[in-house]
């Protein structure tokens, strides 16, 4: 089968066309900018550089596709509205588009649990909960207006969408969640915010191309299924402080003990967000406040609509996840 990843030279992107070789399907990954051949270019996916934002999908790599996949994304939380707008709300427009001017009949959208951020906790939250509406995360804001757009677009017999919403993505390669807390404890700069109880859904890598795989695999078994978004998770939240604790215990480092209030953590992330506006500085702000409630607060979500509609379920738990990731983890 002819798929397309876009976003296919990043974390998630890259490892689901890794798999999606693995199965042998004729990959072809759409990236902003194509790296020179090296083991970033995996043998046997056909590369194409492509901006989204700016125009759709030439035609000429549409030919003969029977889904795509669409990974790419501006994530973060540095930079402003015009950038996330059009990077994940326009591209995606792009995308859409090309899928409907050319006939492709499948598309699979990554997205992310934080389309639902309120600024409030989340306990085992369900597809119910409602779309971000404020501009506290840009991210957050663009991600949803496209995840609509996506299940907007279904229409069966035409084109079959459906969304997934992995939540903080972990694993071997991953250039910014793990990488960048061990970073910070080393440097002295990572504080407990909050009481340091609140729990959340990590979520490996390979479990989450792994929910790529049964979307892909729903839609080609079923002309109807799609027009719905699905929480994709292992299933076992943790106690955030007391399992990053344990990884630094894993990997050579002290017990982190500094914390700060989460009153004061999100104050001080709304004053850092303006100085950073203002100032036109480049990277993101030490604390926001969307990172103030994300790492004081309970957020962690259900999967039993996507095993139920998708026959997903985690091919590995957190234990067996982490004793595979803590080679990498170690040589940071």
Known sequence: MRVIV??????????????????????????????????????GAVYHSCDLSARQIPPSILSGVDLIFHVAAKAGVAGTYSSYHSANYQATLNVLESCLSTGIPRLVYTSTPSVTFSGKPIRAGTESLPYAKDKVSYYSLTKAMAEKAVLEAHDPGKLQTLALRPHLVWG????????????????????????????????????????????MKTLLGDESAGGKAYFISQDEPVRLWPWLNHLFAEIGLP?????????????????LEKIWRLLRFRGDPPMTRFVACQLAHDHWFSPQAAKADLGYEPIAN????????LPWLRNL
Do not use: W
Request: charged share 25%.
């Open 172 to 215: 071997e390669g991953d250039p910014h969640l793990l990488p960048r807390v061990i970073s910070r404890h080393k440097e002295g700069k990572l504080k407990i915010v909050g009481d340091g109880k609140n729990q959340v859904d990590l979520t490996h890598v390979d479990n989450v191309c792994h929910a790529h795989l049964c979307a």
């Open 318 to 325: 957190m234990e067996q996840c982490l004793e595979k990731s």
């Open 255 to 271: 017990p982190l003990e500094k914390s700060i209030g989460f009153g004061k953590a999100h104050f001080a992330g709304l004053v």
């Open 6 to 43: 876009t976003g296919g030279t990043g974390f998630i992107g890259g490892s689901l066309v890794k798999k999606l070789l693995g199965q042998g399907h004729d990959v072809q990954v759409i990236a902003r900018t194509v790296p020179p051949p090296d083991d970033k270019n995996l043998e």
